[in-house]
């Protein structure tokens, strides 16, 4: 399968069903929605695949990248992804991306080493996994986010997970078979 960024840039593609890339129409969409916020902004990529959205968030002036995967075939593909697009850009922080198990990633209390909390934390994780829970209350205990920052659910459209506790619901579009769910943690 051919995988490209929005601007054209040809991507490697995952080897088999592994993974399920992000399908273009909602990559524009989000990146759309979220035009405003992209430039200078920390974005982290969780079950980031082949790490098309954080190209995406690269390319568009994210400053600080960050993609996670446990899968180590899927982080060689997005660390090949996303070095080719800051060579391209000349970018000033360098991408960076873990293998790691999302969840455990995030208990670690890892964002000290990363360069602190992020803007934006894009969620794409096995749609039938039912982990989207999980994930919201690993980001709010581990204070990931920046006060104002969003958190970003991809989903399936025909399974909506429950609005997890602590958060509100900014927004949610449907798009085809999936569905971007956006949340702001609340102040407590």
Known sequence: MSLRLSGGRKLDSPVGQVA??????????????????LAGSAWLDLFCGSGVMACEALQRGAERVVAVDQDRRMVATARRNLEAVARGLAAGVPPQVVQREVLAWLHTGAQASIGGGFDLIYADPPYAAGLYGAVAEAVAAGSWLQPGGLLLLECSSSALPPLPAGWEMKDQRRYGSSTLVQLRQLSG
Do not use: C, K, S, Y
Not at 21 to 34: C, E, F, G, Y
């Open 20 to 37: 399920r890339p992000t399908p273009a129409r909602l990559r524009l969409a989000v990146m759309n929605i979220l035009a405003g916020r």
